[in-house]
């Protein structure tokens, strides 16, 4: 027996080559026309025992194909079966009226289609037989057609209807339980989500580009009002700006200090863009890390600045220094006597005669200026000089509270001290250390001359 040729007329490369593959595969020879003046051009000289040919292409669609193919009485029983997308009925009436003998809708099952080619080949020989043909009236839309075929063409054409009206039934079957299980997946995941922001032990706050709250979670609610609500439609109580990761520092309705570590991204929220923000209290940990950079940087027995801290925060002064272009002053102090008083008196006199030099250091100089016990008896200062300050003037004080200190006799010491000054213009680069150094040098000249 020999083997069955089709012609396939189709302009997507892409389904020509797939459909091709698949009839080739089930052993049919398959040749391709890009578009319907093609076809007509093969069929001059070649004759396929069935046409497939697509309905929408460029020019020359498959209905006005399949009319010129009837037009040659050559062709007038080769069964020719169109391939749409389209499912109005008034599809179907096109085809029977241009002579198509069956039809089926993309996209197509492959199986199925075989089974349909060789079903519509088997019927085309039965056709041979000379079924008798007839002329039926058709009225849909209002409209009437008038449709000559035979019965058997006739008859495969309604099963090809009712195939493709079974698939797509099928299809769509499919398709509602898809998309029901989708929705069933939305909802749940929806229910989840809101679990998680409301049962969040950090305060979630979702707000538009005016800062006008759009939604807060209960902890978020506990966080910013002492009633636990009235937050939705009011503005965000943060004025810093949370854009960005950072840690921030709050008052809550308590008045209490909060530490908030916030990060916030852009959502869509209502089919709108807001930000979502997300805020952690961190205020244990913070007061935590808080005190333990204060006992890093201070002294033990005096509670002023240990040589570590001076170092780090006059690296800080002499920046402020360089911005605002004021020059500095960075003095050197060393107790006299405290040895004698160990000697003496005892340890524990001599750390009282050290706290009460630093209480007098910290009493003579400004809140702004950096004071620091570097060590056993030695004493630092620097800080900020302007107009109206000349350090000469604080170190005039700090000698008068020693003086008055001594006078009173309350103590079993006397206090002395002797100190250095070095003057530091705001642009100079002279690292610190070396500052202090040339400070410590005159210090030294100082307590030589009272010897």
């Given at each position: 027996m020999?083997?069955i040729r089709?012609?396939?007329?189709?302009d997507?490369?892409t389904?020509?080559m797939?459909?091709?593959?698949?009839?080739?595969?089930?052993?049919?020879d398959v040749?391709?026309?890009?578009?319907g003046?093609?076809a007509?051009?093969?069929l001059?000289n070649?004759a396929?025992?069935?046409?497939?040919?697509d309905v929408?292409?460029p020019?020359m669609n498959?209905?006005?194909l399949c009319?010129?193919?009837?037009e040659?009485?050559?062709?007038?029983e080769?069964?020719i079966?169109?391939?749409t997308?389209?499912s109005?009925p008034?599809d179907?009436?096109?085809a029977?009226e241009?002579g198509?003998?069956?039809?089926?809708t993309k996209?197509y099952?492959?199986?199925?289609?075989?089974?349909?080619?060789?079903y519509?080949?088997?019927n085309a020989e039965?056709r041979?037989?000379r079924?008798?043909?007839?002329?039926i009236?058709?009225?849909?839309s209002?409209?009437k057609?008038?449709?000559?075929?035979?019965r058997?063409?006739m008859?495969?054409?309604l099963?090809?209807?009712?195939?493709s009206?079974?698939?797509?039934?099928?299809?769509?079957?499919v398709s509602?339980?898809k998309l029901?299980e989708?929705?069933?997946?939305?909802?749940?995941?929806q229910?989840n989500?809101?679990q998680?922001?409301?049962t969040?032990?950090d305060?979630i706050?979702v707000?538009?580009k005016d800062?006008?709250i759009?939604?807060?979670?209960?902890?978020?609610?506990?966080?910013?009002?002492?009633?636990?609500?009235g937050l939705?439609?009011?503005?965000l109580?943060i004025?810093e700006?949370?854009?960005?990761?950072?840690e921030?520092?709050?008052k809550d309705?308590?008045?209490n200090?909060i530490?908030?570590d916030?990060?916030?991204?852009?959502?869509?929220?209502d089919n709108?863009t807001?930000?979502l923000?997300?805020l952690?209290?961190?205020t244990?940990?913070?007061q935590?890390?808080k005190?333990?950079e204060?006992?890093s940087?201070?002294?033990?027995l005096?509670g002023?600045?240990?040589?570590?801290?001076f170092?780090i925060?006059?690296?800080?002064?002499?920046?402020?220094a360089r911005?605002?272009q004021?020059n500095m002053f960075?003095l050197?102090?060393?107790m006299?006597g405290?040895k004698s008083?160990n000697?003496?008196?005892g340890?524990?006199?001599?750390d009282?005669?050290?706290?009460?030099?630093?209480?007098?250091f910290?009493?003579a100089?400004?809140e702004s200026?950096l004071?620091a016990?570097?060590g056993?008896?030695?004493?630092?200062v620097?800080?900020l000089?302007?107009?109206n300050?000349v350090p000469?003037r604080?170190?005039?004080r700090m000698?008068?509270?020693i003086?008055s200190f001594?006078?009173?006799?309350?103590?079993?010491f006397?206090l002395a001290v002797s100190?250095?000054?070095?003057?530091?213009?705001?642009?100079?680069?002279i690292?610190i250390?070396?500052?202090?150094?040339v400070a410590?040098t005159?210090m030294y000249?100082?307590?030589e001359?009272k010897r």
């Amino acid at each position: 027996m020999s083997s069955i040729r089709i012609l396939l007329v189709e302009d997507s490369i892409t389904q020509a080559m797939r459909l091709r593959y698949v009839l080739e595969a089930e052993g049919f020879d398959v040749d391709v026309a890009a578009n319907g003046a093609d076809a007509l051009t093969f069929l001059e000289n070649n004759a396929p025992d069935l046409i497939i040919s697509d309905v929408m292409m460029p020019k020359m669609n498959g209905y006005e194909l399949c009319r010129k193919i009837r037009e040659n009485p050559r062709y007038k029983e080769t069964p020719i079966m169109l391939v749409t997308t389209l499912s109005d009925p008034t599809d179907v009436i096109r085809a029977l009226e241009a002579g198509a003998d069956n039809f089926t809708t993309k996209p197509y099952n492959e199986q199925a289609l075989i089974s349909r080619i060789r079903y519509i080949l088997a019927n085309a020989e039965i056709r041979k037989q000379r079924g008798s043909e007839i002329g039926i009236e058709v009225f849909f839309s209002g409209k009437k057609y008038f449709i000559n075929s035979t019965r058997i063409q006739m008859i495969d054409f309604l099963l090809s209807t009712y195939e493709s009206a079974i698939q797509k039934n099928q299809e769509l079957f499919v398709s509602n339980n898809k998309l029901k299980e989708a929705l069933d997946n939305i909802i749940t995941l929806q229910r989840n989500y809101r679990q998680l922001l409301e049962t969040s032990q950090d305060a979630i706050l979702v707000y538009d580009k005016d800062k006008m709250i759009r939604y807060a979670n209960p902890a978020a609610h506990v966080l910013f009002s002492k009633e636990q609500k009235g937050l939705i439609g009011a503005r965000l109580p943060i004025e810093e700006d949370i854009s960005t990761q950072k840690e921030i520092e709050i008052k809550d309705p308590y008045g209490n200090t909060i530490f908030l570590d916030a990060r916030s991204v852009s959502t869509d929220w209502d089919n709108e863009t807001m930000t979502l923000s997300v805020l952690r209290d961190i205020t244990e940990s913070t007061q935590l890390r808080k005190e333990l950079e204060q006992i890093s940087l201070t002294d033990d027995l005096t509670g002023l600045y240990n040589r570590r801290g001076f170092k780090i925060l006059s690296e800080r002064m002499i920046k402020l220094a360089r911005r605002l272009q004021a020059n500095m002053f960075i003095l050197f102090g060393d107790m006299d006597g405290l040895k004698s008083i160990n000697d003496t008196l005892g340890h524990l006199e001599g750390d009282n005669a050290i706290r009460t030099m630093a209480s007098i250091f910290k009493s003579a100089f400004r809140e702004s200026d950096l004071v620091a016990r570097m060590g056993g008896d030695e004493f630092a200062v620097i800080g900020l000089i302007n107009e109206n300050f000349v350090p000469n003037r604080l170190v005039e004080r700090m000698n008068e509270l020693i003086g008055s200190f001594n006078a009173k006799g309350e103590a079993k010491f006397k206090l002395a001290v002797s100190i250095g000054i070095e003057r530091i213009a705001y642009d100079s680069q002279i690292p610190i250390e070396e500052m202090l150094s040339v400070a410590d040098t005159k210090m030294y000249k100082e307590k030589e001359g009272k010897r």
